[in-house]
């Protein structure tokens, strides 16, 4: 739950195991500091660090809607 001046602002949760507080937060963040609606938050692309997916591995995974080049700069860093 979100307060805002002590008062419930958005209730929100998400499935996804392990990705779960990493979504949960990537909506908050875009809700407060972006100023997404919530649907816009839920409807961005998303990525995931660490083992999640059904993966085994702990690297970074994203969502085939990301942009090429946003990948391309992940990958240098």
């Given at each position: 739950?979100?307060?805002?001046?002590?008062?419930?602002?958005?209730?929100?949760?998400?499935?996804g195991?392990e990705?779960?507080?990493?979504?949960?937060?990537?909506?908050?963040?875009?809700?407060?500091?972006?100023?997404?609606?919530?649907?816009?938050?839920?409807?961005?692309?998303?990525?995931?660090?660490?083992?999640?997916?059904?993966?085994?591995?702990?690297?970074?995974?994203?969502?085939?809607?990301?942009?090429?080049?946003?990948?391309?700069?992940?990958?240098?860093?």
């Amino acid at each position: 739950m979100l307060l805002k001046d002590d008062k419930p602002c958005l209730v929100y949760g998400s499935m996804g195991g392990e990705g779960q507080p990493q979504t949960q937060a990537a909506i908050v963040i875009r809700i407060v500091d972006y100023g997404m609606t919530p649907q816009d938050a839920i409807n961005a692309p998303r990525g995931l660090h660490r083992r999640t997916w059904g993966a085994s591995s702990n690297n970074l995974k994203v969502e085939g809607r990301i942009p090429n080049d946003v990948i391309h700069s992940l990958k240098i860093r």
